[in-house]
């Protein structure tokens, strides 16, 4: 079977010696790039680290191999753990390998996505791209992977949910499991340490590959049976598969852009001449508002898309959603919506990171520093677009103050409350609190912002009426 993944040698190649179109010239001049690059100190430094990195795993590997030959059969469960944190490390020194041999072409999202990722550290230690590339192996490898990742969970921890019946977690791995399990992670850990360090490059084709795979939804394109049939028609040649494979989701994706672009592009009815095509529900649910039908009317009488419906409150919520809230809404809305994504991009991501990180957040991970944070970057965004703020990190503080003076017209109220905007927040508040505030003032300016450019919009179409 065709091998995919490695281009080795230092030498310069046929394609670089060939004539190129831009494209390809690119590609060289990147691998050019690559290579004076690792010829410099600075590149000369970043492969040691690397390879003592990837040393540093194998041997973490082989400790945990150790302590897990000491355990013997007594402890299945833990034999079993011990194995699989030594073939993560296996994993985590094959992706450092992978990042060796990384050329300019590639950017580093993919491997840095794979070292976060219990998963994906264990189907690296038994799957490698830069041996072949298979989606036969691929699927295996990510099938062990998941299976031997939720064994550990179950084995590890106890269910709060747990019936009278269930096995309890020590008894969840087999001792024949925890033996294979082990032997499998000595002999992968023996095949690192005589493979010795990665050389070769990776191509363009073969981050195509991996990036498509750590797309949940394209990788099941790609391991579907139209594409599966596809590779065995092609006698099982990897390379010249995945560049029909690659080819061929092009022209899916072209398609459904095109018939989506058509769809959009359709005279809409006149208003209350039809009915709508389509019909979308979805429930929204808060413990800090009461929904009550007159603000939700507010909205209706004013948004056709977009029709809110009251269907429960109750008592207990700190808050009830008033006019004041739906108009803050539909000026947001009115003013951010037609933004292009590069310019929403800088103020939306880390808002709405933080609204994810909030949700995250429970008794066992606190990310209210974090998420304090990414509401700090959305409000910095803001006052570049908006504030005139220059980026510069001298100038910030003067821009915020310029920004908030308009509606807190007092200096001691806006210096208490960005004391929350600080690296550290404010040391006399809890993080909870520093983040109840970075977010309150990312709404501040955000709705200010938005109730300022909705009117400039009004101004300039009643002037040209």
Same mark, same amino acid.
């Given at each position: 079977?065709?091998?995919?993944?490695?281009?080795?040698?230092?030498?310069?190649?046929?394609?670089?010696?060939?004539?190129?179109?831009?494209?390809?010239?690119?590609?060289?001049?990147?691998?050019?790039?690559?290579?004076?690059?690792?010829?410099?100190?600075?590149?000369?430094?970043?492969?040691?680290? &690397? !390879?003592?990195?990837?040393?540093?795993?194998?041997?973490?590997?082989?400790?945990?191999?150790? +302590?897990?030959?000491?355990?013997?059969?007594?402890?299945?469960?833990?034999?079993?753990?011990?194995?699989?944190?030594?073939?993560?490390?296996?994993?985590?020194?094959?992706?450092?390998?992978?990042?060796?041999?990384?050329?300019?072409? @590639?950017? /580093?999202?993919?491997?840095?996505?794979?070292?976060?990722?219990?998963?994906?550290?264990?189907?690296?230690?038994?799957?490698? #791209?830069?041996?072949?590339?298979?989606?036969?192996?691929?699927?295996?490898?990510?099938?062990?992977?998941?299976?031997?990742?939720?064994?550990?969970? +179950?084995?590890?921890?106890?269910? +709060?949910?747990?019936? !009278?019946?269930?096995?309890?977690?020590?008894?969840?791995?087999?001792r024949k499991d925890a033996e294979h399990t082990l032997s499998l992670a000595r002999a992968r850990l023996d095949y690192e340490r005589a493979r010795g360090t990665p050389?070769?490059? %990776?191509?363009? !084709?073969?981050?195509?590959? &991996?990036?498509?795979?750590?797309?949940?939804?394209?990788?099941?394109?790609?391991?579907?049976?139209?594409?599966?049939?596809?590779?065995?028609?092609?006698?099982?040649?990897?390379?010249?598969?995945?560049?029909? +494979?690659?080819?061929?989701?092009?022209?899916?994706?072209?398609?459904?852009?095109?018939?989506?672009?058509?769809?959009?592009?359709?005279?809409?009815?006149?208003?209350?001449?039809?009915?709508?095509?389509?019909? =979308?529900?979805?429930?929204?649910?808060?413990?800090?508002?009461? @929904?009550?039908?007159?603000? @939700?009317?507010?909205?209706?009488?004013? %948004?056709?898309?977009?029709?809110?419906?009251?269907?429960?409150?109750?008592?207990?919520?700190?808050?009830?959603?008033?006019?004041?809230?739906?108009? *803050?809404?539909?000026?947001?809305?009115?003013?951010?919506?037609?933004?292009?994504?590069?310019?929403?991009?800088? %103020?939306?991501?880390?808002?709405?990171? /933080?609204?994810?990180? %909030? =949700?995250?957040?429970?008794?066992?991970?606190?990310?209210?520093?974090?998420?304090? *944070?990414?509401?700090?970057?959305? &409000?910095?965004?803001? !006052?570049?677009?908006?504030?005139?703020?220059?980026?510069? #990190?001298?100038?910030?503080?003067?821009?915020?103050?310029?920004?908030?003076?308009?509606?807190?017209?007092?200096?001691?109220?806006?210096?208490?409350?960005?004391?929350?905007?600080?690296?550290?927040?404010? #040391?006399?508040?809890?993080?909870?609190?520093?983040?109840?505030?970075?977010?309150q003032l990312a709404d501040l300016y955000l709705i200010h912002t938005a109730r300022r450019t909705w009117r400039t919009i009004l101004d300039r179409t009643a002037g040209?009426?």
């Amino acid at each position: 079977m065709a091998p995919l993944a490695v281009v080795g040698g230092e030498s310069a190649s046929a394609e670089e010696e060939a004539p190129q179109d831009g494209h390809s010239r690119r590609k060289v001049d990147a691998r050019r790039r690559w290579r004076a690059l690792r010829a410099t100190p600075y590149g000369a430094v970043m492969e040691e680290k &690397l !390879l003592n990195n990837r040393r540093l795993c194998l041997d973490q590997a082989q400790s945990f191999i150790e +302590a897990a030959e000491r355990l013997g059969a007594g402890w299945p469960y833990i034999v079993y753990h011990l194995s699989l944190l030594a073939l993560e490390e296996v994993g985590k020194a094959n992706i450092l390998g992978a990042q060796m041999i990384n050329h300019a072409n @590639l950017d /580093g999202s993919w491997i840095e996505r794979s070292l976060d990722s219990h998963r994906r550290k264990l189907q690296w230690a038994v799957w490698s #791209p830069m041996v072949r590339i298979d989606p036969a192996d691929f699927e295996a490898a990510r099938q062990f992977a998941e299976r031997a990742h939720s064994m550990r969970l +179950a084995s590890l921890y106890v269910d +709060a949910k747990a019936d !009278l019946t269930d096995l309890p977690p020590s008894e969840r791995v087999q001792r024949k499991d925890a033996e294979h399990t082990l032997s499998l992670a000595r002999a992968r850990l023996d095949y690192e340490r005589a493979r010795g360090t990665p050389s070769g490059e %990776i191509d363009d !084709l073969t981050k195509w590959f &991996l990036d498509t795979m750590a797309d949940p939804d394209l990788s099941r394109v790609l391991l579907s049976n139209p594409f599966i049939v596809q590779f065995e028609a092609m006698n099982s040649d990897a390379r010249t598969w995945t560049g029909w +494979a690659r080819e061929e989701l092009a022209r899916l994706e072209r398609e459904s852009r095109e018939v989506l672009e058509a769809e959009l592009a359709r005279p809409g009815a006149p208003k209350g001449s039809a009915k709508p095509r389509w019909r =979308a529900n979805a429930a929204v649910y808060t413990p800090s508002h009461s @929904l009550r039908s007159k603000a @939700l009317a507010r909205w209706n009488d004013q %948004i056709d898309a977009v029709q809110l419906v009251e269907s429960f409150w109750g008592d207990g919520r700190a808050v009830a959603l008033t006019d004041q809230h739906i108009d *803050h809404a539909i000026h947001c809305m009115m003013a951010f919506a037609p933004l292009p994504e590069a310019e929403a991009a800088p %103020i939306f991501e880390p808002y709405f990171h /933080g609204l994810a990180l %909030i =949700a995250k957040s429970d008794v066992f991970y606190n990310f209210d520093i974090l998420a304090r *944070h990414a509401f700090v970057n959305s &409000l910095a965004g803001a !006052l570049r677009r908006y504030g005139g703020w220059s980026g510069k #990190p001298e100038d910030f503080e003067t821009s915020l103050h310029e920004g908030f003076a308009p509606f807190m017209p007092n200096r001691e109220d806006r210096d208490q409350m960005f004391s929350a905007l600080k690296t550290e927040g404010d #040391p006399a508040e809890t993080s909870l609190v520093n983040l109840r505030s970075a977010k309150q003032l990312a709404d501040l300016y955000l709705i200010h912002t938005a109730r300022r450019t909705w009117r400039t919009i009004l101004d300039r179409t009643a002037g040209t009426a």
